[in-house]
């Protein structure tokens, strides 16, 4: 944001401040101003000349002799701009100016004639070119007529150059100082005075709007609020030379006047406006809806631009004529044969403009403000101004009435806040008194009851709703600087981990020995990518992403539901930069909700997930190469499931997962109770994220450390013998060697130490539909030595449990 201190004096008292004390400033108050530049550079002998005469010089075709009164005397001046008439007023640099560039105007000879002084254009002052308007760009400057200067005037203060341009850094909160009036409010809270605001009486008509104009809006989730005024018998033409100077100083190129005063209002309300030529309109309706699919509109830009329903359009019943909040149709716009102008001003849902604007590739001055959520209270009061100053200085007849659509509701926020408590969270000894001050210089009306006060906060302050919020806007009013420091009180304990942390870092130490690198990715994420991959212990009907309110960019609009899509994004950027084998797992938040619009804190649940793809073993002289499969995968979380003593409350279920390969999956049960997933990414995103096989994993770590014992226990090593047998079972192929595994270790209790799965066949000398798991099993009594009859008699008793459950025959 650009700021005219020459503007903002006509608001707020600047007497005795420097620029750079009212920089210093702002700064200390929470605006950070990241530069303090003058608008041109200070020219001495640069007055207000009026040119006499002006004829053909004799010896070029290209050049005027022109004589010009400067006030104290007339100078012959050469001058070759093709614009240059009899009766001007100019801007003269008399011998002896310097102009920027250190250009030194002194007196001299052209072409045979003496020349003694220069007539000057606006790039030869200093002006940038794109910010000069269109009848001066090849050509001198000529005030506008109705421009009170004086012959032999100093011209430096009418054309503005010393004016002093701060450029302020605006955080996404503090849209309110994306005008001229919010920062006027900013400093006059700095520098305890009032805001003159400026005039909004219109001189009206009989006539009325409603006349002229229906208005209609068929969305209104999207346009809660449009207002139209009607303006006859405009002049269109240059705009008075002090608005220019402010539009010039704040870096918008002006235009004619009518253009030029919705873009003085915008940046004086924040509010922006729209003004279309009402004879070329198309109809007296104004229709706003939601654009039709492939439907098309030509901009002011001369661009034809093909819309979707995504976008909002103003119509006038049947044809779009304006992108809502972004920009108008050519068709429409005002030109210097304009007589009558429709008048705009309305309220924008700040994600509909986003929206359009981003798929567009229009970002403008009004975009930016609407999608920041423009004042509510003042889009009226933008409306009145505009048709004020269209009445004042382009002598248009305001229409009587405001022609709306008005489903607008809102109130002034009220936040409380206590002194003790602002103290305790500040850390100084502020008085009621304090606060009352402080309040009454930030225009905040309040009720108190003893230490508490309800702030009612204006609505031009979006970013203030919680105590927080009021902590920070004390604080800032109050003085950083004068905060006092204080170190942490209290006794020094010695710390210690938590169950949680202890786990948690037990967890890191056993992935990172598996092979694993950490990775951490953004909680925040985009809409589609915040809705993928969700596992099926978390997914139901009514789940929905949670959205920021103002969120840093669209990549950055969401908050994650699972972290195994940024993690894929990961493996992507990784693999093409040449590393191709990555195998990553990160322990993070997911934010859980149900609400379509949020009343309380999304759940945050903590959890682990990982991405696989590549080789695992990658050293052929070690042992065989080997890439990353589902057992792979499968053995590191059987190994930290182990870890945390969980193995045998763990198990396996085979499922269809949304986005995964629908026969390399499984569903993770703690106690049968799904905690998570593991398997092959779908080959389709594969495909999407530029992934060779890859394998993910999804674990709900709060379940898992939830479930782990706070006691610890001790096996010693066995001082007896155990025997070990292994068996073949021939079962139906939709038998689950877990399952299997599960029968056995119950038939086999206490004996049974483990049972491994070690060989799985199917082929020649098996029925059709059956198959062969075979177990390595191992007996153990730790308190002696088991005899063979011991042995044989928990082995049968193996065998009969495995036939009646599962009808499985040892395998011949």
């Not at 004799?58 to 070759?80: H, R, S």
């Not at 924040?270 to 309109?281: K, N």
Request: charged share 25%; net charge negative; hydrophobic share 35%.
């Amino acid at each position: 944001m650009f700021v005219s201190l020459n503007w903002l004096k006509q608001y707020v008292d600047l007497q005795g401040l420097t620029p750079e004390d009212l920089a210093e400033k702002i700064t200390k108050t929470g605006i950070e101003v990241e530069g303090v530049e003058p608008f041109g550079e200070p020219i001495e002998h640069l007055v207000v000349g009026y040119v006499k005469e002006c004829a053909q010089h004799p010896n070029a075709d290209k050049l005027n002799l022109c004589q010009v009164d400067v006030g104290d005397e007339t100078l012959q001046i050469v001058c070759g701009a093709p614009n240059v008439a009899q009766g001007q007023k100019v801007a003269v640099a008399k011998p002896g100016a310097v102009l920027p560039g250190n250009f030194k105007i002194k007196k001299a000879k052209l072409r045979g004639e003496e020349s003694s002084g220069m007539i000057c254009s606006l790039q030869e002052l200093g002006i940038d070119s794109k910010y000069v308007p269109k009848e001066y760009e090849d050509g001198i400057f000529v005030f506008p007529e109705d421009t009170d200067a004086e012959v032999g005037a100093d011209a430096t203060s009418l054309l503005n150059l010393d004016d002093v341009i701060l450029e302020l850094g605006l955080t996404p909160n503090r849209s309110d100082a994306l005008s001229m009036l919010g920062v006027a409010y900013e400093v006059a809270a700095m520098l305890d005075t009032d805001v003159k605001l400026p005039n909004e009486d219109v001189q009206i008509t009989d006539q009325k709007a409603s006349e002229e104009v229906s208005v209609k809006v068929d969305a209104t989730d999207l346009n809660p609020y449009y207002g139209a005024m009607v303006i006859r018998n405009i002049e269109v033409g240059p705009s008075p030379l002090w608005m220019r100077n402010r539009l010039v100083a704040s870096g918008i190129r002006p235009i004619n006047n009518v253009v030029d005063i919705t873009n003085y209002v915008l940046l004086e309300y924040g509010q922006p406006l729209h003004a279309f030529d009402y004879d070329r309109f198309g109809s007296k309706e104004v229709v706003v809806r939601r654009a039709q699919e492939g439907e098309t509109i030509k901009t002011l830009d001369d661009e034809e631009r093909t819309l979707s329903s995504d976008h909002l359009v103003i119509t006038n019943g049947k044809d779009p004529v304006a992108i809502a909040g972004v920009m108008g149709g050519a068709d429409s716009e005002v030109h210097e044969g304009t007589t009558s102008v429709l008048l705009e001003a309305a309220y924008f849902d700040p994600q509909t403009v986003r929206k359009a604007s981003k798929d567009h590739g229009l970002r403008s001055e009004s975009s930016v403000r609407f999608e920041k959520a423009v004042d509510p209270d003042r889009v009226k009061r933008a409306g009145l101004r505009a048709a004020q100053l269209l009445s004042q200085y382009a002598n248009g007849e305001v229409l009587e009435g405001v022609v709306d659509h008005d489903e607008l509701s809102y109130e002034e926020a009220v936040v409380t806040i206590t002194t003790s408590r602002m103290n305790h969270v500040l850390g100084t000894n502020m008085t009621d008194e304090h606060i009352q001050d402080i309040l009454r210089k930030l225009g905040f009306s309040y009720n108190q009851n003893g230490e508490e006060f309800e702030v009612s906060i204006p609505t031009r302050r979006g970013d203030i709703t919680i105590f927080e919020d009021m902590v920070e806007e004390i604080g800032r009013m109050y003085g950083y600087d004068d905060i006092p420091f204080t170190m942490p009180g209290g006794e020094g304990n010695a710390g210690g981990l938590t169950k949680h942390q202890s786990l948690r870092r037990k967890v890191r130490h056993y992935l990172e020995g598996a092979g694993l690198s950490e990775a951490i990715t953004y909680s925040l994420t985009t809409e589609e990518r915040a809705q993928m991959l969700i596992s099926p212990d978390v997914k139901t009907e009514d789940l929905r992403p949670v959205h920021l309110a103002m969120p840093m960019s669209e990549e950055h609009s969401h908050l994650r539901l699972s972290m195994v899509p940024e993690l894929l994004a990961s493996a992507s950027y990784n693999i093409a930069r040449k590393q191709q084998d990555v195998a990553f797992y990160e322990i993070g938040s997911i934010y859980v909700s149900e609400e379509s619009i949020l009343t309380k804190q999304p759940n945050e649940e903590e959890r682990l997930s990982g991405v696989l793809t590549g080789s695992w073993v990658s050293h052929p002289w070690q042992q065989e190469k080997k890439n990353v499969d589902f057992y792979v995968l499968k053995g590191i979380l059987e190994g930290l499931f182990d870890l945390l003593d969980l193995e045998s409350e763990i198990t396996y279920k085979q499922a269809k997962v949304e986005g995964m390969h629908p026969g390399r999956t499984a569903i993770i049960e703690l106690n049968g109770k799904a905690i998570g997933h593991l398997g092959q990414l779908h080959p389709a995103l594969q495909k999407e994220y530029d992934l060779k096989e890859t394998y993910v994993y999804d674990v709900d770590l709060e379940a898992l450390f939830a479930a782990v014992s706070d006691e610890e226990s001790y096996t010693p090593i066995p001082r007896h013998p155990s025997v070990s047998r292994d068996i073949a079972l021939v079962v139906d192929n939709d038998v689950k060697a877990g399952d299997l595994r599960k029968s056995i270790l119950e038939a086999g209790q206490p004996l049974v130490q483990h049972a491994l799965v070690f060989d799985l066949y199917q082929g020649e000398h098996l029925p059709e539909g059956k198959k062969s798991l075979a177990f390595s099993l191992r007996y153990l009594d730790p308190t002696r030595t088991l005899t063979d009859e011991e042995v044989e008699e928990a082995h049968n008793a193996i065998l009969e449990k495995v036939k009646a459950d599962y009808n499985a025959e040892l395998r011949g």
